[in-house]
């Protein structure tokens, strides 16, 4: 089964969209998170996702970390390059 995702209907108000939209980004989160065993890699995935969908002119390896509130890369690294 293939469940579309953040689809929201053209009826709604902004706000019912960013609600809509934030509720949907969480149920992703949730199911791209069951890949990940441990919770502290679960949380730096949704990080990671968070960072990529935040409004930044680039995206690079010392942004995205930024955005999630680490003094360094090396745990995105980790994250992106080694965990299994």
Do not use: K, Y
Not at 11 to 38: I, K, S
Not at 48 to 67: D, I, K, S
């Amino acid at each position: 089964m293939h469940a579309q995702l953040l689809v929201i209907s053209p009826t709604v108000t902004d706000r019912e969209h960013v609600d809509e939209w934030a509720d949907q980004l969480e149920d992703l989160l949730v199911d791209v998170g069951r890949v990940f065993p441990r919770a502290d890699l679960r949380r730096r995935a949704a990080a990671c996702v968070r960072g990529l969908l935040a409004p930044a002119a680039a995206q690079n390896r010392w942004q995205l970390p930024e955005h999630a509130g680490d003094a360094t890369p090396h745990g995105q690294q980790h994250l992106l390059n080694r965990v299994r």
